[in-house]
Structures are given as C-alpha cells and as structure tokens.
C-alpha cells in the first residue's frame, strides 16, 4: 500500500554566524492514512524542523534543506514552486503550534483567522464562509460561537486559543494534521481537553495525525507509532508497546526513566535523569550523538555513527549495542 | 471611546492654560523692551509718546492683570492685536492655517508614501539591493537639511526640469515641491523605523501560523506583519504631524508660502508679544489635537488598546 506521507533522507540546515547548524541530519519516515504517529525528543532534536521543513516553513535565511524527498499524493513536496505548495499547505496538511498565546494574531478576530484559511482552498462564498467559521467553532467547544467569532485573541483563555486553532486546522479537512507540542503552554488541566478534542475530531474526520511532543507520556495513548529524535537523527521508531517493552535505545530508555510513574513512590523509585548536556549541533557529526551522554558507549560508539537499522519487525533503532539495551529494559521491567 | 474623546478634549483647556502661563512668563522674563522695536527715540519719536503707546498696549499693568486681561479675552477667541499694525492676531493667524495645514499634510503623506514603502521593501528583501538602496536613501536623507534639499528641489525640478513654477501658486501641484523637501529627512527615519518594526514582527508565531495555512504571501504581509507592525510607525507620524506645524520654517521660505512657522519666526524676532502668545497657543493646540488622533489610532489598530 502506497503512504500517504513518504519522507526520505530529510536534512535541514540553519548558517548561522557560528557556522551550520545540523537540525535534521537525514530522517526518513512514513505515514500512512488514518495513522497516528508520534516524534517524541528534547528541545533541539530537530522535531519541530522536521515537519516545518516539509510544509516548506523553514525561514530561508537562515535555514535551509539540503536534500530529501517528501512525498504526498505523488508530489515531492520539496520539488513543488512556492504556489503550489502554498495550495496544500492548509488544506491537504494543516498545522497546530505550541504557544496558542502567541500563534494567533492579536489584531484580527479569530472569525477571520479561521476563515481566512478557507478562502484560498475552498470555493465557498462569504456566508458560507461565516457559516462553517460558527459550526468549526461550536465544534471545538466555544460557547457563543457565532458573537464570539468577532472577537479578538486576547478575549479568550489559552485553552479556547488551542481550541481556535484547532478549528482553523480543521477548517479545510485536511488528511495530515500535525500537532507540534499543542499542550505544552497550557496548564494540566486543559492539556487532557485539548488531547481528547484533537484525537476524537481527528478520528471523526479520518485524519493522519503526527503528535510531536517532549513528552513520552502524553503520546502513549495516543498513538500508534512512535519516532524518538535525538540530535537531528531518528534513533529508534517502534510500536508504542515494543518502545516500552522492548526499549532498544539507551536514549529512549533515559526517557522513559526519567517519567514519573503512578505507581512509584518517591522513597523508592527516584526518577533517573538523563547525564550530560544535549548536544552541540554546530558539530558534523562523526560519531553517535549520543555517545557522550551514554553509559552503554563503547569504543565504536565514538568511531562510527550507527545507522538507523532493522532490530525487529517494525522496530528500528540506531544503536551498536541495541541488544544489552534491550536486554537490560527486560530485566528493570 | 466617546466619552474617552471628549474628555480628553476637554482636557485641551487645562493645556492652553498651562502653556499660556509658561509664554507669559518666558516673554515677562526675557530681557530688553518690547517696544523697542516698535517705536523709539532713535526713531523719532518722544518719551510722551512711548509712554502713551504703553498705556494703550497696557504694557503698564501689573503682570497678573495682563495675563487676566489675556485670558479674558482669548477666552472670547480675541487674542489681542499685534503690536506691529495693529491687526487682530486671529485673523492673522487663521489667514496663514489653510496654508499651513495644507503643506503639513501633503509633508505627512510624502513622508508616509517615500519611508513606509522602502522600509517594507527593504525589510522583505532584508539584505538585498532594495534593503541597501533604502539604508543609503535613509543615512542621505537624513544627513541633508531640509533647506537645502528645498533649494536643490527648486533647482533641479523647477528651474532646470520647468515641471514646476519657481514662484506663484498652482494650486496643489505647488504643494509637491515643498512636501518632497520636508519629508527627505522623516521619511528616511521612519524608513527605518519600517523596517525594524516589520523586521521584528516577522518572527512572531502568528507570521508562521499565517503562512502555514497557504494563504497568499501579500495577505502575510500586509494582513499579519505590517498590520502589527503600526504602532511604532503611528507614534512617530503622530510626533511628526505636531512638528510640522509649526517647524517648517525655512522651507515656508524658500517656497515663498505664507505659513505658521514663518509667522512665529517673524513675530518673535519683532518681538510682537500678542502674536507669539496666539502664534504658540494654536501649535499647542494643534499638537494636542495630533495626540488624540494618535492615540484613537492606537485602539483602532491594536484591538488590545481600550479606552475607559
């Protein structure tokens, strides 16, 4: 079966005037229709310019992609002239971003933010337009609806902002809906809100969805697949189970020990952080990123970068010594 | 947002009267006789008939009756008689505002056309040639005065090119001249003003959220950068409109126009007390007035403004 969304040797460089900055050193991943995948690391892991890259949203100067392929619906998105990306930007593949607080313009009303991205991708008139703006805002759950849509950003709480822009993602049923960390400026309690109305309306309209987060946590239920970045490459990709029960990367281990457990009490079970700083991405790289920070690292960790290879069905990682890790996550569960 | 406008008309009188106290008491402060220039001995004229022109000037009364006296009749829109003449200061006044006005607007609206559309440019081809063509223009605007950009105007356009008359009136072609020599130096401020301004907002989330929905790039611009980018923009027009008013002396003179800044220049060199008094307070007026505007813009373009 053909995916929906094929992404092949993706890499993404910033110049800066330290020199290059390595964000995506060659990911390839897929997405299939109606899946739910979740791109889960640290700050800086190069997440975020993963999928910016693939909407062609990367700010040239300074950044830049190198090289890849990107394919949706027979296009190489990255082949694609300025308009015609622009066309299935928001309409075939639509976007929610972290800080709901900041990713609304604060001089326009969120009517006509919501119904600004239907009007290059939709041939509907203006009422019909101000129509379907109210229905995707009583969707969402924002009360008044059809008043409230002339009002502005700051009139709304950080939780109905996330609502509001989730309403414009979903204004034009797009197949892709990506959630870059859509929780992560919201207080706990709205985050599970915002989750379950994304999951529920992305199930309702068969959308793929691609969850990009820090958090192990918030994806477990959520979705299918998981990729865990670490400095620009993909380290390991895995069903949720098998990336729980059969970790085969010691970064992903670090994550999933330094996860707070229900069960855990503190006198027992101290969370485990991860050693070290995150890496310095103006390197090249030459050996595994990792390496520094790992306590499986062995001599060849620091000679040759492990590539991204096959460990069991529908589980890569990109690890010398996937097998003791493997072996160790097995003995502390 | 009513109520919020006329007070803050209202607040116009407290203004004037403030500014009038601080004119009468500069003018009284300022050494040397009003009347000197006026009339004199060395002109001829007899100490009996110095004094008698000072008791029908009321220049004998105590200060405070003065100003009483002043207020009195300002208050009754009389803001007294030049002491030059003797023509009534209002109607001098009000004879050089259309004037005035109209070289203060057309300075605006050149200054917003030359520094707002080469501060976009520039900032949305940050770094190429139309961003160092705006950078030249604005440090070479800045850097020549506006006298001298008035006379090279006349020079080039009106005497070599003949577009434009040297002297006469040709209705609003004759403000072109005039309005391009006072904008060189705004314009390359707000020039660069622009484009910092756009420059900055260009980072925002918002401009990213705008472009991943697949809109057009000129909606990007101008609906989520420039839109934001207002305020700054606003503020310096707003302080520039005030000053313009009053501060365009030598380009009046240059042109040969009739303005208010001329008219303050002269009366003060004369020192014709009642027409400076009169002179200053409509500038102050004019820019308290300004300063509403501004201010109404603000909530007008940042809905986050509110007025109460």
Not at chain 1, 145 to 156: M, W
Not at chain 1, 233 to 245: M, Q, T
Not at chain 2, 117 to 140: E, H, I, N, Q
Not at chain 2, 171 to 181: E, F, H, M, R, T
Request: proline share 5%; with cysteine.
């Amino acid at each position: 079966m053909a995916h929906l969304l094929e992404v092949r040797d993706l890499v993404t460089r910033f110049y800066t005037e330290d020199g290059a900055v390595h964000a995506v050193n060659g990911i390839s991943y897929t997405l299939d229709e109606g899946e739910s995948l979740g791109i889960v690391g640290e700050s800086g892991s190069g997440k975020t310019v993963g999928v910016l890259s693939l909407m062609g949203l990367i700010p040239d100067p300074p950044g830049r992609v190198e090289r890849g392929e990107v394919f949706f619906a027979d296009n190489d998105l990255l082949k694609l002239s300025a308009d015609q990306l622009r066309d299935i930007r928001g309409r075939e593949i639509a976007m929610i971003f972290q800080d709901p607080m900041t990713s609304l313009n604060p001089v326009l009303t969120v009517g006509y933010q919501i119904a600004e991205i239907m009007r290059p991708h939709l041939n509907l008139s203006q009422e019909e337009i101000t129509e379907r703006t109210v229905e995707l805002m009583e969707l969402v759950g924002i009360p008044n609806a059809a008043s409230r849509r002339k009002d502005f950003p700051h009139q709304f709480s950080g939780g109905q902002r996330q609502r509001i822009m989730i309403a414009m993602s979903l204004a034009c049923n797009p197949s892709v809906l990506i959630a870059d960390e859509p929780t992560t400026a919201l207080d706990v309690t709205i985050q599970a809100q915002i989750i379950d109305l994304v999951k529920r309306l992305s199930e309702q309209f068969g959308m793929a969805t691609i969850w990009i987060t820090h958090d192990l946590g918030v994806v477990a239920g959520l979705v299918n697949r998981v990729i865990v970045m670490y400095a620009g490459f993909i380290v390991e990709s895995a069903s949720v189970l098998d990336l729980y029960k059969k970790t085969s990367h010691p970064y992903t281990l670090g994550l999933l020990q330094s996860l707070p457990s229900l069960h855990a009490t503190i006198a027992t079970d101290r969370l485990i952080p991860i050693e070290g700083a995150p890496p310095d991405l103006l390197q090249a790289p030459v050996h595994c990123p990792f390496a520094p920070r790992c306590q499986f690292a062995v001599d060849q960790c620091w000679q040759e970068n492990p590539p991204l290879q096959r460990v069991a069905s529908n589980h890569d990682s990109a690890c010398w010594r996937w097998q003791d890790v493997r072996a160790a996550t097995e003995q502390l569960a | 947002m009513l109520v919020y406008t006329l007070r803050r008309l209202l607040l116009i009188f407290p203004t004037l009267l403030g500014v009038s106290l601080v004119i009468f008491a500069i003018l009284a402060l300022a050494p040397g006789d009003p009347l000197a220039a006026v009339v004199s001995e060395e002109y001829g004229n007899t100490a009996e008939d110095i004094e008698r022109i000072r008791e029908q000037l009321h220049l004998n009364d105590p200060l405070h009756v003065q100003y009483l006296n002043f207020l009195w009749d300002a208050m009754r829109g009389d803001l007294g008689t030049s002491f030059r003449g003797g023509s009534s200061v209002l109607n001098d006044i009000l004879a050089r505002l259309p004037s005035t006005i109209q070289l203060a607007i057309a300075g605006l609206i050149a200054t917003m056309l030359l520094g707002i559309s080469a501060g976009v440019l520039a900032a949305l081809y940050r770094g190429g040639l139309p961003d160092k063509l705006t950078m030249v223009f604005a440090f070479v605007g800045v850097s020549i005065p506006s006298v001298y950009a008035a006379l090279l105007l006349l020079l080039i356009f009106a005497v070599e090119l003949r577009w434009f008359k040297v002297v006469g009136d040709e209705g609003l072609k004759s403000l072109v001249l005039p309005a391009a020599a006072m904008a060189l130096i705004p314009a390359g401020v707000l020039a660069r003003l622009t484009r910092a301004s756009m420059l900055e907002v260009m980072e925002e989330d918002y401009v990213r959220t705008a472009r991943a929905k697949g809109i057009r790039e000129s909606l990007v611009t101008f609906m989520h950068i420039f839109r934001n980018a207002l305020i700054p923009i606003v503020t310096y027009l707003g302080l520039l409109a005030g000053s313009l008013l009053s501060g365009q002396v030598f380009v009046e003179n240059v042109f040969g126009r009739p303005g208010l800044g001329r008219f303050l220049v002269d009366s003060i060199s004369a020192r014709d007390y009642p027409q400076i008094r009169g002179g200053i307070l409509f500038v102050a007026a004019g820019y308290v007035f300004v300063n509403l505007i501004v201010d109404l813009l603000y909530g007008v373009i940042d809905p986050r403004i509110t007025y109460e």
